[in-house]
């Protein structure tokens, strides 16, 4: 039968796997996870708000996250280099996992030590930083989801997934509340900007880590379920690593030094934003098809093990279609592009929304990192115990119902203004149906995922989960300067019906699966 439609469990037992040892793990694995994030969006745009940077250039710092949409590329690496000295000692996960997290925290302290009031240098700087932070935070997520995988059963998967975004709620509140509340205690205001004041913040974020470290130091490594087919040697390990890395150079050289000619033919249409962003959509294309390119050349060349090659990227991908053939496993990669879209998009521009209606930094704190994270783990909860008692694809379905509507609720915010009630409204509703969507949605994925390829598979559907929407959200501030708040809001709430379509088909196509793999 397949695992994405496994049967419900009873009410007793859903609850009990709350109390599993590998579930409580994922409580601070999540903590852990949860600590970066904040620290490139939410949390960053306000300090580059306070910094006096423009909005626009504000959300486009979000890309900087954009290394979770692509951890796909180099999740094979992560499955396939051994650490040196690390592996042996921790074994592959776990290795692996204390890498990661010791470039989180070196990647917070460099972006807390620039200021980025300071010119374009530093800005730049900043953006380098924060590149750095997203890719070594996508590291960990793949290693995280990895072990998460592996380290239980199917039926224990859902309540990993809450008690892991119930973590990992917990390290936003952190480094979202906890940093708005101590760089405002340091001094810095919106209007009064204290660069030291976000300095500290930033270096006390990067101690938070330590919970991260220290539970990678204490759990047990997972026991292998699937050994490895091939065994290469370590020059072939090396040159897999070097094709990676010259491929992602060709991406970073050419969107950096094509900007000025997208920035002209922006400039020849008069700036309108619509054709603007259909031009950095290009231009984004454009730089993803060089390191395409550059990597298939220089396989062909022979720089790199063919069959490697074909083992760590291809093969992943060939079992997935394998298992659920070309149209289930076409409309099974829809939804996961699609699925958070109404979450996500509007989430990167969510500070800068309530500032703009005149709220303060400790009143966002309150509302939305701490009230808002807060209704999230009980949503995350609720999902996880629904979607273990009803099954999956139901909560999947009202997930993505909630998520949809309740972005209507921020319309009427941003008519209403400045308006304390209607906020905590558009975050309770905001937070409970996100966190509700999202735990489902997790043990929706882990459910697709292979025991051969755990880390890439799951690596490409969260890569792809997160790739269509995070690039919107990158233009939210110059949708927003062109329809403004309501029909932003508006625009993200049309945006997920489609979604509901998707969930109900995907639902059918797994049932007629199932059906024909039991008969």
Do not use: C
């Not at 939410?42 to 692509?70: I, P």
């Not at 690390?86 to 890498?99: K, M």
């Not at 270096?203 to 880590?209: D, G, L, N, P």
């Not at 279609?321 to 076409?330: C, D, E, N, S, W």
Request: hydrophobic content about 55%; overall charge neutral.
């Amino acid at each position: 039968m397949n695992e994405a439609a496994a049967q419900p469990q009873g009410w007793g037992e859903s609850i009990r796997a709350f109390l599993h040892p590998r579930v409580i793990t994922m409580l601070f694995l999540g903590f852990a996870a949860g600590i970066p994030l904040l620290l490139i969006f939410s949390s960053l745009s306000l300090w580059l708000g306070e910094a006096g940077v423009e909005r626009k250039a504000v959300t486009f710092f979000s890309w900087a996250a954009l290394g979770y949409s692509f951890k796909f590329v180099w999740a094979p690496l992560i499955d396939k280099l051994p650490v040196p000295v690390l592996t042996q000692v921790l074994g592959r996960r776990r290795a692996w996992l204390l890498v990661s997290q010791l470039f989180i925290m070196l990647a917070i302290v460099l972006m807390g030590s620039i200021d980025p009031a300071i010119g374009k240098e530093n800005l730049t700087l900043m953006a380098l930083a924060a590149v750095l932070l997203g890719f070594a935070s996508a590291t960990q997520d793949i290693v995280i989801d990895a072990y998460r995988i592996e380290a239980a059963e199917t039926r224990l998967q859902a309540m990993m997934s809450s008690t892991y975004i119930a973590g990992y709620r917990v390290g936003m509140i952190v480094a979202g509340a906890g940093a708005l509340y101590l760089a405002s205690w340091f001094g810095s205001d919106k209007g009064n900007y204290v660069y030291t004041a976000w300095q500290w913040t930033y270096f006390i974020m990067a101690a938070t880590m330590l919970v991260g470290v220290i539970t990678t130091l204490v759990i047990p490594e997972p026991e292998r379920k699937q050994t490895d087919k091939h065994h290469y040697a370590a020059l072939d390990y090396a040159r897999l690593l070097l094709v990676f890395a010259v491929a992602v150079s060709g991406f970073v050289l050419t969107f950096f030094y094509s900007s000025s000619l997208f920035d002209s033919f922006n400039a020849l249409v008069g700036g309108d934003a619509f054709i603007g962003f259909g031009l950095e959509a290009l231009h984004f294309a454009l730089a993803i098809a060089v390191a395409v390119l550059v990597g298939w050349v220089l396989v062909q060349v022979g720089l790199v093990n063919r069959d490697m090659a074909q083992d760590t990227w291809v093969a992943p991908i060939a079992d997935f279609f394998a298992r659920y053939g070309l149209k289930t496993a076409l409309l099974l990669l829809a939804l996961i592009g699609l699925y958070r879209i109404t979450d996500i998009v509007p989430g990167v521009i969510s500070n800068v929304f309530y500032q703009d209606l005149g709220f303060s930094k400790p009143e966002i704190a309150t509302a939305v990192k701490t009230f808002g994270v807060i209704v999230s783990i009980v949503g995350g909860f609720a999902g996880g115990l629904i979607a273990t008692r009803f099954g999956v694809m139901r909560t999947l379905m009202w997930g993505a119902i909630l998520t949809a509507f309740t972005n209507l609720v921020f319309v009427w915010l941003a008519v209403a203004g400045y308006n304390v009630p209607v906020m905590y409204l558009a975050v309770t509703a905001d937070n409970l149906a996100a966190g509700f969507a999202s735990a489902a949605f997790v043990a929706f994925l882990s459910s697709l995922t292979s025991v051969s390829f755990t880390a890439v598979q799951y690596a490409i559907f969260s890569s792809l989960m997160t790739l269509f929407p995070k690039t919107i959200g990158g233009y939210s501030g110059t949708i927003v300067d062109a329809i403004g708040y309501p029909g932003f809001f508006t625009f993200t709430t049309l945006i997920g019906i489609p979604v509901l379509w998707l969930v109900w088909l995907v639902g059918q196509h797994l049932q007629v699966s199932s059906g024909d793999a039991d008969s």
